[in-house]
């Protein structure tokens, strides 16, 4: 059996987790670096901020009650968003915290410095090695180090504040909006980054003891608090400190201490901007170890990162791991603009943290049973959303362009790693693919429940056979008649293009009267309106797509026909009229249609196509025959998948006039099992299944179930709501 992680942290250890992730370089580094960008209203972006964290944190209390497991975002992005996204979630976020522990440890030497004349770096990788250690001892031993750093770090705090209020100058506040609204949006992005501790906590929520009370109090009390007190902190920098001063200084808070506390404040304030920078670190490795922790449970990291030691019930190797990480960047690494790069990503992650509620409590997830819930839901989400995407908008391109980096190397680690080793799928995937579902069935019923009579033009040429021309005469028959519409038949006939065309169309050659002939008693054999005629032109191909396009057809039939050696490069006069048509299009391939007791529907790797399910209910429904909805499934499909698969297709059922037979197919080879089911039918009704470049590389999975199969086949080329290609996209990849 598996070692399972203490649950021995209290409701204080909590907090101080929390509010020690939080303090740090968020208001000792920072604030400087954000008043160049927003001067005064710098007061306000520590405001905003808090207030844009607040859906995030929220949500995070919310999901950590649902699934009090080791790895936080990961875990509830992952669950939530699927394998993918938590992959990216949990590689970023295990980053961006390495980033910010580093960065707090080398931002916090300079306030040593100002007393002792020390090197920055090999302070700051001793205090790391440090940090490490007491990481590797326990997750108790954390937290009775982080209340200790936290209760002497906030007795500073409280006294600069104190001691400083009285003292601050009112024109140091002059020129409050001077940068404007972008100066003050780039400011909250900056410092963004500030609040990203206040969720660190559910990242340890598997060590939590009474997760439903302690976790959500001690994210939500825990931001109230640091919000309050960071722009509190900032109103003394702001109002003691000369502007020049605070935005050029790597020690901003001890120019403000000296001008408020005198010397003994100085010593004060180093000595809590020491303990707040190394509690920053401390919370860092402790909470970001956990990720490659969780990911390694989940199959998406190697399996040794799940080892916990026999004594100190920690995960060694992934702590180790995040030190070291760790340690790089602080030897080699300019830290403050990983910084940046980790703040972008903060936000970005925070979004899909939102979006991960909303697809938790609308996807059909029945274990999901939070013990908090978020406030005013959705809105507190999508509230989230939108500003974080608001912020990321002003916050220049290299951010944007590290997070697009660290976001495609995780896909690629996924891909490469990952993908074969995991067999689930996020919650929002399934409401994804129940809202693709629901607009699938609603068009398939406003075309099958339509009206209007179908028009339906049969083209021919001198070479069709007169038992194909009964075959689509029938096909078009049946369909026309189930809509109370009209069949027109056309045989249309090439000349060179030196041949006259008045002088052609007034000479009747034998096979046109053979085509008469053979035509007029078919016409009384099927109860529905059969015009039919000759067209003569110089291109075939175009006067067929002209004179849809006349007549206003709804469909047109063809004969499907073998594809010459020279299709790929310059294709084909049947792929130029599907590509041009105005109407959609159906191929039939004859193979001696007597009578259509079963039609086979097979999809082409989505939703059945409306116009497939219109033709095969019309053709079933005119012979008195059933249908069969063939849908394949991996094998590797969950079980909510396939639940909302059969859901789908017993709507699809409700919406036919004949007995229908779902058949969801098991398969890693569709195109075999689409063959053997297939020939046990009487019609095959299937899509094109891909384009011209496509088909001319890797040939068509329909093309070649239609030439596998024993039985007639109508191949269905939809031009009425056919689909973009990102909508195919979402579609075959929900489903």
């Known amino acids: 059996m598996p070692k399972e992680l203490e649950r021995d942290l209290g409701l204080f250890a909590v907090i101080a987790i929390s509010i020690g992730a939080m303090i740090g370089s968020g208001i000792f580094i920072l604030p400087g670096l954000a008043l160049k960008t927003a001067g005064p209203a710098v007061i306000l972006a520590y405001l905003l901020a808090g207030v844009l964290v607040l859906p995030a944190a929220l949500s995070?209390?919310?999901?950590?009650?649902?699934?009090?497991?080791?790895?936080?975002?990961?875990?509830?992005?992952?669950?939530?968003?699927?394998?993918?996204?938590?992959?990216?979630?949990?590689?970023?976020?295990?980053?961006?915290?390495s980033f910010k522990g580093a960065l707090a440890l080398v931002g916090g030497v300079p306030y040593v410095l100002y007393l002792f004349d020390l090197p920055v770096k090999p302070v700051a990788l001793?205090?790391?090695?440090?940090?490490?250690?007491?990481?590797?001892?326990?997750?108790?031993?954390?937290?009775?180090?982080?209340?200790?750093?936290?209760?002497?770090?906030?007795?500073?705090?409280?006294?600069?504040?104190?001691?400083?209020?009285?003292?601050?100058?009112?024109?140091?506040?002059?020129?409050?909006?001077?940068?404007?609204?972008?100066?003050?949006?780039?400011?909250?992005?900056l410092v963004f980054v500030s609040y990203a501790g206040v969720t660190k906590i559910a990242s340890v929520a598997e060590e939590v003891e009474n997760p439903d009370r302690n976790i959500p109090l001690g994210i939500l009390g825990s931001l109230c608090f640091t919000t309050l007190l960071y722009v509190l902190i900032v109103v003394v920098m702001v109002g003691v400190t000369p502007p020049d001063l605070l935005s050029d200084s790597a020690v901003p808070m001890i120019h403000a201490a000296e001008a408020t506390l005198g010397r003994l404040g100085v010593i004060a304030i180093i000595i809590a901007a020491v303990l707040a920078l190394i509690s920053t670190a401390n919370a860092g490795i402790l909470s970001s170890s956990r990720y490659p922790f969780a990911m390694a449970r989940d199959q998406l990291a190697?399996?040794?990162?799940?080892?916990?030691?026999?004594?100190?019930?920690?995960?060694?190797?992934?702590?180790?791991?995040?030190?070291?990480?760790?340690?790089?960047?602080?030897?080699?690494?300019?830290?403050?603009?990983?910084?940046?790069?980790?703040?972008?990503?903060?936000?970005?992650?925070?979004?899909?943290?939102?979006?991960?509620?909303?697809?938790?409590?609308?996807?059909?997830?029945?274990?999901?049973?939070?013990?908090?819930?978020?406030?005013?839901?959705?809105?507190?989400?999508?509230?989230?959303?939108?500003?974080?995407?608001?912020?990321?908008?002003?916050?220049?391109?290299?951010?944007?362009?590290?997070?697009?980096?660290?976001?495609?190397?995780?896909?690629?680690?996924?891909?490469?790693?990952?993908?074969?080793?995991?067999?689930?799928?996020?919650?929002?995937?399934?409401?994804?693919?129940?809202?693709?579902?629901?607009?699938?069935?609603?068009?398939?019923?406003?075309?099958?429940?339509?009206?209007?009579?179908?028009?339906?033009?049969?083209?021919?040429?001198?070479?069709?056979?007169?038992?194909?021309?009964?075959?689509?005469?029938?096909?078009?028959?049946?369909?026309?008649?189930?809509?109370?519409?009209s069949v027109t038949v056309v045989q249309f006939d090439e000349v060179p293009d030196q041949v006259p065309l008045q002088q052609a169309s007034e000479t009747q050659s034998p096979a046109d009267v053979e085509f008469e002939e053979r035509t007029r008693p078919l016409t009384e054999e099927f109860d529905v309106p059969v015009n039919y005629g000759e067209i003569v032109s110089h291109d075939t191909k175009r006067a067929i797509a002209n004179f849809a396009e006349h007549e206003d057809?709804?469909?047109?039939?063809?004969?499907?026909?073998?594809?010459?050696?020279?299709?790929?490069?310059?294709?084909?006069?049947?792929?130029?009229?599907?590509?041009?048509?105005?109407?959609?299009?159906?191929?039939?391939?004859?193979?001696?249609?007597?009578?259509?007791?079963?039609?086979?529907?097979?999809?082409?790797?989505?939703?059945?196509?409306?116009?497939?399910?219109?033709?095969?209910?019309?053709?079933?429904?005119?012979?008195?025959?059933?249908?069969?909805?063939?849908?394949?499934?991996?094998?590797?499909?969950?079980?909510?998948?396939?639940?909302?698969?059969?859901?789908?297709?017993a709507e699809l059922e409700s919406l036919c006039s004949v007995p229908v037979n779902r058949s969801i197919v098991e398969t890693d080879d569709p195109e075999r099992e689409f063959v053997s089911v297939t020939n046990t039918g009487d019609i095959l009704v299937i899509g094109t299944d891909g384009g011209r470049i496509r088909g001319a590389l890797f040939g068509r999975p329909a093309d070649r179930i239609i030439d596998s199969v024993d039985c007639t086949a109508v191949q269905v080329q939809s031009k009425r709501g056919k689909a973009g290609p990102l909508r195919r996209l979402v579609e075959r990849t929900v489903f």
């Open 60 to 97: 995070k209390a919310e999901m950590a009650t649902a699934m009090p497991e080791a790895g936080g975002t990961y875990i509830y992005i992952e669950r939530g968003m699927g394998p993918l996204l938590g992959t990216i979630a949990g590689v970023g976020t295990w980053f961006s915290l």
């Open 553 to 649: 057809a709804d469909f047109l039939l063809l004969e499907r026909s073998d594809d010459p050696l020279y299709a790929p490069v310059f294709g084909t006069t049947v792929e130029w009229i599907t590509r041009n048509a105005p109407c959609d299009v159906l191929l039939v391939e004859d193979r001696d249609l007597d009578r259509i007791d079963s039609v086979t529907v097979v999809t082409d790797r989505g939703p059945f196509d409306p116009q497939k399910i219109t033709v095969a209910n019309a053709l079933a429904t005119e012979a008195g025959g059933s249908i069969t909805l063939l849908y394949p499934l991996d094998d590797a499909a969950t079980e909510t998948q396939r639940e909302t698969i059969d859901e789908y297709l």
């Open 126 to 189: 001793a205090l790391a090695a440090v940090l490490v250690l007491v990481n590797l001892f326990g997750a108790k031993q954390t937290g009775r180090l982080q209340v200790a750093i936290v209760a002497v770090m906030l007795a500073a705090m409280v006294w600069f504040v104190v001691g400083g209020l009285p003292s601050t100058d009112s024109t140091y506040y002059g020129g409050f909006f001077d940068k404007g609204s972008g100066g003050l949006l780039a400011a909250t992005g």
């Open 302 to 485: 190697p399996p040794s990162l799940t080892e916990i030691h026999d004594k100190w019930g920690t995960p060694v190797r992934a702590i180790t791991l995040t030190g070291a990480v760790m340690l790089v960047l602080i030897a080699f690494v300019p830290i403050l603009q990983i910084a940046k790069l980790a703040s972008a990503f903060q936000i970005i992650v925070f979004a899909l943290v939102n979006g991960a509620v909303i697809a938790f409590r609308e996807g059909n997830v029945g274990e999901y049973d939070p013990s908090f819930e978020s406030p005013l839901y959705p809105w507190t989400q999508l509230t989230g959303i939108a500003g974080g995407l608001l912020l990321i908008g002003y916050m220049g391109t290299i951010p944007l362009v590290g997070a697009v980096v660290i976001t495609a190397a995780s896909m690629l680690w996924y891909v490469y790693y990952a993908r074969d080793r995991v067999q689930r799928e996020g919650a929002a995937t399934d409401v994804v693919r129940r809202s693709v579902g629901r607009k699938a069935v609603e068009q398939t019923k406003s075309i099958v429940e339509t009206v209007d009579g179908y028009e339906v033009l049969v083209a021919i040429t001198e070479a069709t056979s007169e038992q194909r021309e009964r075959t689509l005469l029938r096909i078009a028959a049946d369909i026309a008649r189930e809509n109370d519409g």
